[in-house]
């Protein structure tokens, strides 16, 4: 062999020759949610594994998401024919498995249990009417993404239009669970929408929420919240898990596995054998967890099926369904403070999408630009939990209704 050959040989088994342009350009994007995580915050936790995901699924020829490779062969000892692995596959498809079958977002779930105080919901249970008012963009997404069925080129079946609509909670274990089992070739573009909506809550949801509302209205204060008992907090998850498992037998790995995770919090005050797990469920499980879920997810947004008409029509349609619900959300705020006289201020509305504590955080700095002796994170965090409720209840009804 001549050393010309050499060379273009050595050529080929590079990833420069077999790069296409669709590659090139979702590179580019991992490095723009790279710096996006880096350098801006935007849930650094979430987006930055999820974009070196993306980054590792378009390097060709790496075959980090290659499926195992098994052979026919004939068993020696018995003679029968058995099925040999030849290749182990890649390291993301064996990652990915916790994604197909539903392991890393109850997983997800069980560690935001674990680090979520509910007592602003059980000390205002009527804040639930705002998480799942803001459940209203999930629906109608869903209905608007059949309806573009009516434009060439673009159409959606109803599990796809469950699984786009499910962005509009702003929850992406919730999305990626429901979308792992209704329609997993569109993961990719679903996963990236939910968490970078996630993200960009701080620049989405201020706009809506001041052009929904009034000077007047922003700068209501809320009273204090009342005292909660640890007999509430106690009965609260165990209360929540048995309803909704029994109403809704979907949700039921979602919510319980949060509950599970708020209990340990709650019971670990009164069993301090119980402080270990509680700190694993919100620590290194969670962490782990995290870092799988990120990637595997990041690495379904492979170029040649990321870049598509029907991609950028999910793209869209998840903004309209995470704006929608947050302004439904306030639109229902405004209706309780006026049923209230007063008491309610609209903003936590906004809260009602499940992004915690993000949004309830959204709603804190917006009422303060308005009103700086104004609190409103606590009265906020009720609807926000609500939300997390609210976006897995919404994921078993799609999921209930997709499977009948």
């Not at 993301?92 to 392991?103: F, H, M, P, S, T």
Request: contains cysteine.
């Amino acid at each position: 062999m001549s050393l010309i050959e050499a060379i273009r040989d050595f050529y080929f088994t590079m990833g420069f020759s077999a790069i296409t342009w669709q590659e090139g350009v979702m590179l580019l994007v991992s490095f723009v949610l790279i710096y996006l995580a880096l350098k801006k915050g935007f849930e650094p936790l979430l987006l930055l594994p999820i974009a070196f995901g993306m980054l590792l699924a378009n390097l060709p020829l790496a075959g980090l998401n290659a499926e195992p490779v098994y052979q026919l062969v004939t068993d020696p000892v018995t003679g029968e024919h058995v099925h040999k692995m030849v290749d182990a596959g890649g390291l993301l498809y064996w990652l990915y498995r916790g994604v197909k079958l539903g392991i890393y977002p109850p997983l997800i779930f069980l560690g935001v249990g674990a680090m979520t105080d509910f007592g602003p919901l059980i000390a205002n249970p009527k804040s639930i009417l705002l998480g799942a008012a803001a459940q209203f963009g999930i629906f109608t997404t869903f209905i608007g993404a059949l309806l573009l069925n009516f434009i060439p080129g673009i159409s959606f079946t109803i599990p796809e239009a469950a699984s786009i609509g499910i962005i509009g909670g702003a929850d992406g274990p919730t999305a990626i669970y429901l979308t792992a089992k209704l329609a997993p070739h569109l993961l990719g573009p679903i996963a990236v929408a939910a968490y970078s909506y996630m993200a960009l809550v701080p620049l989405i949801q201020p706009p809506i929420m001041k052009a929904l509302t009034t000077k007047a209205e922003r700068e209501i204060v809320m009273e204090q919240l009342r005292p909660v008992s640890k007999v509430e907090k106690i009965v609260f998850p165990i209360l929540v898990t048995v309803v909704v498992s029994l109403v809704l037998p979907a949700a039921a790995s979602l919510v319980g596995m949060l509950m599970l995770g708020n209990l340990l919090r709650e019971a670990a005050t009164m069993q301090s054998t119980l402080h270990r797990l509680m700190k694993t469920a919100e620590g290194e499980l969670m962490n782990i967890v995290v870092i799988f879920l990120g990637v595997t997810v990041g690495a379904t947004a492979n170029g040649a099926l990321f870049l598509s008409p029907k991609t950028l029509a999910i793209i869209a349609l998840g903004l309209a369904a995470f704006s929608m619900g947050t302004a439904a959300g306030v639109l229902f705020g405004k209706v309780m403070c006026k049923l209230s006289g007063g008491k309610v201020n609209p903003l936590i509305g906004s809260a009602g999408v499940s992004a915690v504590p993000m949004a309830a955080r959204v709603s804190q700095k917006v009422g303060q630009e308005a009103n700086p002796s104004n609190f409103l994170l606590m009265h906020a965090m009720g609807p926000n939990v609500a939300g997390v409720i609210g976006s897995a209840v919404a994921a078993g009804v799609l999921l209930s209704m997709c499977a009948m």
